[in-house]
């Protein structure tokens, strides 16, 4: 047998061996208004298949998901896996105009896609408008059959959804703040799987129960789908061992406490270690954007030990012990938590750089149109909230998808000028000129090469207020090589990154006044949106797009699109 022949063989006989136990799922999502209850108040909320929060997905690493989803809602709708590569399917992504049209009220897309080399929690969402306030769902991927977490597997596994309810339609509360300029009202309730707990009316009856037995080990799969918080989130009594977080295993670290932003997954285990009674799971606001208005509720679930549930109720059960949680506006935590994660092996970062980015991030505020009312302009003095990466104001396209228009090489949807720097230097976190609040509109894409090395530093501004922001990037994983507090300094703060063991992430907290410096190489072929994680800062531009072009042969070339994609 040639060498070459033999080589063939080989990976041949691997790529069989990898794909033998591999399965196709198939689903269908079907998107509807239904009937749910929630602080004394029924609502027609949007859901899947009749289900709040929607289906938990469970595949294994290697398997490919087909999910049919059937608009039978009164609005837009896209799905997005969120965390999920997408290797050359970029038009399974999801995100309204970015990779697809929306699936139109009547309409139907079945999304295709392999999950590969990713193991632990992600989710799905809605992508369109704020519908992913009900839209949403876990996506738990397993081990391949035969192989086995890199922990002592637990007894018992829970996915928590940690999510964020408005007493009335999501929908209505962004379209009144598109028409007034000012920040959306803030949400009514944290839950806890759809559930805000005790401490609501009306909602102590659904309280959501976690079982646990005295001595026995569980994982909890904690999720933020929450819509513009990040949380705090904590057991009364008991500690968490994290040990994976966005589908990538951490080295094992213990903590009492956890922030995730909007996005954000963190896998950790928990002991059956305490006196058989009842203990809360608790979550609240972290809340770093100074004098903004926010949602300071506490959302509760039960961690309850077997012996402690009462039997038929007959049974008083015992009061809940209570956890206490940090301060909404605790940085300090945030950043010890943040500080703590490492990946577990040796991590292949990238060394070389080809493209060195450097993306200011931030809010700002429009000067009111001439041709507008003062009801239109209620943002402060008589303003629009607005927000930029690098003084630019992501608009979305109306008429094509970004990766059709690429795809299909129709002129006049982008332009490939998204700036590399901003276009002014100046005091990030300092006190900003007012002449700096107002960002340009456009939609800018920045062109990466196939597998260039990319490092990007994303730096928080003070302008109008300096916050916290989950910085998310579809199509990717990358490395947090440093993250730190000020104006980045290359000279002095290159010494911080870490290169032999950062964590692997799809969403990254940029500090407060901070900054984050992350890396990735571009061996993804597509367009793919990178965007803050509160939904309220992406209608107000905070994202940009890269395109990654086509590399060399059918494996570093995006597929063609499938045929039922929808049309704009």
Not at 199 to 215: A, F, M, N, Q, R
Not at 397 to 409: E, V
Request: glycine share 6%; aromatic share 10%; hydrophobic share 35%.
């Amino acid at each position: 047998m040639g060498i070459f022949n033999k080589f063939s063989f080989i990976f041949l006989v691997i790529f069989l061996s990898l794909s033998a136990n591999a399965e196709v799922q198939r689903h269908r999502f079907v998107i509807q208004a239904t009937k749910v209850k929630r602080l004394c108040k029924t609502h027609n909320t949007i859901t899947v298949n009749g289900m709040f929060p929607g289906p938990t997905l469970e595949i294994k690493n290697g398997d490919t998901l087909e999910v049919q989803v059937v608009n039978k809602a009164r609005y837009n709708v896209t799905i997005h896996w969120h965390g999920v590569r997408q290797m050359r399917t970029g038009w399974a992504d999801g995100p309204e105009f970015v990779t697809q049209c929306p699936i139109r009220p009547g309409g139907s897309y079945t999304y295709r896609f392999t999950v590969q080399g990713q193991e632990g929690t992600l989710w799905w969402h809605a992508h369109s408008s704020w519908l992913r306030a009900t839209v949403y769902g876990a996506l738990i991927i397993r081990p391949r059959e035969g192989k086995s977490y890199p922990f002592p597997k637990p007894k018992r596994e829970t996915p928590i959804l940690l999510g964020e309810w408005w007493d009335t339609n999501p929908i209505d509360v962004v379209r009144e703040a598109t028409r007034t300029g000012a920040a959306p009202n803030v949400s009514d309730a944290y839950t806890i799987n759809a559930q805000p707990g005790d401490l609501y009316k009306c909602s102590s009856k659904e309280t959501t129960i976690v079982p646990i037995d005295s001595g026995e080990t569980n994982l909890l799969r904690v999720i933020n789908a929450a819509l513009n918080q990040p949380l705090f989130f904590k057991v009364a009594n008991h500690k968490l061992t994290v040990v994976g977080a966005d589908a990538s295993y951490t080295k094992p670290f213990t903590t009492s406490v956890l922030m995730l932003g909007p996005g954000q997954t963190t896998d950790v285990l928990i002991r059956g270690d305490q006196p058989p009674s009842r203990y809360y799971m608790a979550a609240r606001a972290y809340q770093s954007a100074q004098n903004a208005p926010f949602d300071n509720t506490t959302t509760t679930a039960i961690l309850e030990y077997k012996p402690a549930s009462c039997a038929a109720k007959k049974c008083n059960a015992p009061t809940p012990i209570m956890p206490s949680l940090p301060a909404y506006n605790d940085t300090n935590t945030v950043t010890a938590f943040s500080q703590s994660f490492r990946s577990r092996e040796k991590a292949e970062v990238p060394t070389d750089i080809d493209e060195s980015l450097f993306f200011t991030i931030g809010l700002g505020l429009n000067n009111c149109p001439p041709n507008f009312r003062k009801r239109r302009c209620q943002g402060p003095n008589g303003t629009r909230f607005t927000a930029s990466m690098n003084n630019v104001s992501f608009v979305l396209p109306r008429n094509f998808s970004l990766l059709q228009a690429h795809q299909q090489g129709i002129p006049g949807v982008f332009t490939t000028d998204f700036p590399a720097n901003p276009p002014l230097k100046f005091d990030y976190t300092g006190n900003v000129s007012r002449s700096l609040f107002q960002p340009v509109p456009g939609t800018k894409l920045y062109k990466l090469k196939y597998g260039s090395r990319v490092q990007i530093v994303l730096q928080d501004t003070s302008i109008v207020t300096p916050e916290n922001h989950p910085i998310h990037l579809h199509g990717y994983d990358f490395y947090i090589i440093a993250q730190g507090f000020g104006n980045f300094d290359p000279k002095k703060d290159t010494s911080k990154f870490n290169l032999v063991d950062p964590p692997l992430r799809n969403t990254v907290g940029v500090p407060v006044n901070g900054w984050a410096a992350i890396r990735f190489v571009a061996d993804n072929p597509g367009v793919w949106i990178m965007h803050c994680h509160l939904d309220v800062h992406i209608n107000w531009g905070l994202a940009m797009a890269f395109l990654v072009e086509n590399g060399v042969g059918e494996l570093q070339t995006i597929q063609p699109p499938p045929p039922d994609l929808p049309i704009c």
